[in-house]
């Protein structure tokens, strides 16, 4: 299958650019799109073919399922048997935006588009592309995030070319995704009621509309225990990875700085090559340490010999919203250029650093050393 892809700029749009993606998606094939939290692969959620498509084009196990996308709040009817008032509540509040509700689904909607499961997944995006689209089209939009099941998701069109070219019809390329990091997902069905994945909309924000939520309990684990199982079944299954063994170290920043620059030293030792995912506070203090490190040298420049590790700026720990957004973006960085073994800072917080920490910890397949 060819893969076209489309640039639509979102701040000059017109129906006709959607002409040919919306026809597509009428006819159950595959488009893929930008949101604010990151790219979506699109399918009519009415359309079981759709859905199968959708699972074959990821290499998603078919238990795992797909957020509906809708573009007027009215629309939630159409897909959940009952809308709670908490729903309606939380809907006024953060929609359109990074937030994903769990109900109970309608009859109607196919149970290959929800994995099974008798709750659907629903959300409406800010990204007016994306709301163009839903819009356009008069579908109901399934859309997991873009990515080959497994990779990290992605934020650019690029990624998606990377991991979809040649598997699904259109992508549409509108830029970067702003947030970086997946939606805020709540389980209104349970009591009280669940965050099943932590996102931009933290459970501060939230507790202001439902002051009793709570995350669910694999949410916050921080060691791999495969007693607690994640309510979301996307949530089980080891993500966000990227090719290398990544490893994530906790404590005071002189001791994570120290035992990194020590691990790097024996992986180059060892003859792999390695990076660091740095923040800005230790970026330099990485780059004193590893001078023959030139910024954008690749291994293949260093004749496969590895001379210096990939050092990789993230941000800075006072400013989360940046170091989400280019997180996956980095942790492909690393593939592309060949690294084995990565060691990454933490960037714990109440806030958007629980939304990190949990993809980076999965990412680590929970590897986190804690420095005393
Ligand atoms: O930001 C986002 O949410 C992006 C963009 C494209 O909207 N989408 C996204 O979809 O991240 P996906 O499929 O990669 O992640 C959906 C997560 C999975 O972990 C899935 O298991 C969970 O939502 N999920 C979907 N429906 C569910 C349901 N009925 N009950 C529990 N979890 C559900
Ligand atoms: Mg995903």
Known sequence: METKVIKIDQKNMCSEDFAEASKLLREGRLVAFPTETVYGLGGDAFDKTASARIYAAKGRPSDNPLIVHIADIKDLTKLASEVPESALRLAEKFWPGP?????????????????????????????????????????????????????????????????LDGRIDMIIDGGSADIGLESTIVDLTCNPPLILRPGYITIGMLREILPDIEYDKAVIK???????????????????????????????????????????????????????????????????????????????????????????????????????????????????????????????????????????????????????
Request: proline share 5%; net charge negative.
């Open 99 to 163: 937030l994903t509700m769990i109900l109970n689904k309608k009859e109607e909607l196919p149970k290959e588009t929800t994995g099974g499961l008798n709750t659907v997944a629903i959300r409406m995006p800010s990204h007016p592309i994306a709301k163009r689209l839903i819009e356009e089209s008069g579908v109901y939009i399934a859309a997991p995030s873009a990515n080959a099941s497994g990779r990290p998701s992605t934020t650019r069109a690029e990624h998606v070319i990377e991991d």
């Open 222 to 372: 921080r060691v791999r225990d495969d007693s607690i199982v994640a309510k979301a079944p996307g949530m089980k299954y080891k993500h966000y990875a990227p090719k290398g063994d990544l490893t994530i170290y906790e404590g005071s920043r002189e001791k994570v700085r120290d035992a990194i620059i020590e691990s790097v030293k024996q992986g180059l030792d060892m003859g792999k090559s390695v990076g660091i995912l740095a923040s800005d506070e230790l970026y330099a203090d990485y780059m004193a340490a590893f001078p023959a490190e030139a910024p954008g040298t690749t291994q293949q420049d260093m004749g496969g010999k590895s001379l210096g590790p990939v050092i990789e700026q993230i941000g800075s720990h006072s400013d989360e919203a940046v170091v989400a957004s280019r997180l996956f973006d980095l942790l492909r960085e690393f593939d592309h250029r060949g690294v084995e073994l990565i060691y990454a800072e933490s960037f714990e917080s109440e806030a958007l650093g629980q939304a990190i920490m949990n993809r980076m910890f999965k990412a680590a397949g929970y590897h986190i050393v804690t420095l005393e």
